[in-house]
């Protein structure tokens, strides 16, 4: 069964650009989640989308939202791109009611 | 509000050796514990998870146990090999955390041949 995927795996932006980033889960989950992976912060939780609703968020300002379609894959955007969001962006997906999440390879991000 | 702890880094050992790295967590209800390895340049991979008090996780060696009374899932390998160089990752997640996983620092590995 194939993995995670993410796409692009790697981008460069400037400050003031929007950026989206795309996932597959694995096939037959449900849940995706993003989570963002700095040196200074950490792993920290940005949401998470089941069936095509946000149904957590974590503690980041409104320029970061995100998206699930029907064949649940998801985006997220970035929008008016900061210094500070130059990150790993990772993804995740799981099974419905499991509590287990299998990673994506990530997304580098770098803004300029 | 919910935490995970890990004990710093860089932990670097021969080829080998026993592995401790310490983890202890904060948390209310009682959420599902993890250990996750992330390699150089890759995502996170799941390494082991425990599910409930007293439970053990195993894989590739590695084990953990799952102690409620010390809120702790400390992780263990009896011979390290080169190839376990990685930073490691503690975490939990369950109903009361709302699904999202609660990450320790990260713990990096070097093991010298």
């Known amino acids: 069964k194939a993995g995670v995927t993410q796409t692009p795996r790697y981008l460069i932006k400037t400050r003031g650009q929007q950026v989206t980033l795309s996932c597959s889960p694995i096939s037959g989950h449900r849940s995706v989640s993003w989570y963002q992976q700095t040196p200074g912060q950490g792993l920290q939780f940005l949401f998470e989308?089941?069936?095509?609703?946000?149904?957590n968020k974590g503690n980041f300002p409104g320029r970061f939202s995100g998206r699930q379609f029907s064949n649940s894959r998801s985006e997220m955007n970035v929008s008016t791109l900061e210094l500070g969001d130059s990150a790993l962006y990772l993804c995740?997906?799981?099974?419905?009611?499991?509590?287990?999440?299998?990673f994506g390879p990530g997304t580098r991000l770098l803004v300029l | 509000g919910d935490s995970v702890t890990q004990m710093e880094g860089p932990v670097t050992l021969s080829e080998e050796a026993f592995l401790t790295i310490n983890c202890t967590y904060t948390?209310?209800?009682?959420?599902?514990l993890f250990w996750y390895v992330q390699y150089p340049g890759e995502g996170l991979q799941l390494l082991l998870k425990a599910t409930k008090a007293d439970d053990k996780g195993s894989n590739k060696g590695f084990e953990a146990t799952y102690r409620k009374e010390t809120t702790s899932f400390h992780l263990e390998k009896g011979s390290v090999q080169v190839s376990d160089s990685a930073v490691y990752f503690c975490a939990l997640s369950g109903y009361n955390q709302g699904g999202k996983l609660i990450f320790g620092q990260g713990t990096e590995l070097s093991v010298k041949p």
């Open positions: 948390a209310t209800g009682y959420p599902s």
């Open positions: 995740a997906s799981s099974r419905e009611g499991t509590e287990t999440q299998y």
């Open positions: 989308y089941f069936s095509e609703t946000q149904r």
